[in-house]
Nanobody, 122 residues
Framework: QVQLVESGGGLVQAGGSLRLSCATS????????MGWFRQAPGKEREFVAA????????YYADSVKGRFTISRGNAKNTVHLQMNSLKPEDTAVYYC???????????????WGQGTQVSVSS
């Protein structure tokens, strides 16, 4: 059974930091490209960051560039999202996803986690 499980969300003040993790199981996710997406209340799901299977390529949404860092664990089957200088507009449910394309398009990802809430107070 394929599983992606996010953790690390919570409530933080503006300017603070959080580190999200996505643990994968059930397949060899070390060969999958991974992405982070988020969805705020009343808004569509949006791309945040992506990393390719080897960890050698990353890509970020303009809104988080310079503040967020995506990385893979040593075993390549975990993915992290380090979020610094958080802003109230970063408040959303954050999802990790896995697929066979290094892309910003959510429809290209085959597997999704259940999401973790990130709330940033002003």
């Amino acid at each position: 059974q394929v599983q992606l499980v996010e953790s690390g969300g919570g409530l933080v003040q503006a300017g603070g930091s959080l580190r999200l993790s996505c643990a994968t199981s059930g397949r060899t996710f070390s060969f999958y490209d991974m992405g982070w997406f988020r969805q705020a209340p009343g808004k569509e799901r949006e791309f945040v960051a992506a990393i390719n299977w080897s960890g050698g390529n990353t890509y970020y949404a303009d809104s988080v560039k310079g503040r967020f860092t995506i990385s893979r664990g040593n075993a390549k089957n975990t993915v992290h999202l380090q979020m610094n200088s958080l802003k109230p507009e970063d408040t959303a449910v954050y999802y990790c996803a896995a697929g066979n394309r290094f892309t910003v398009e959510s429809r290209e990802y085959d597997y999704w986690g259940q999401g973790t809430q990130v709330s940033v107070s002003s």
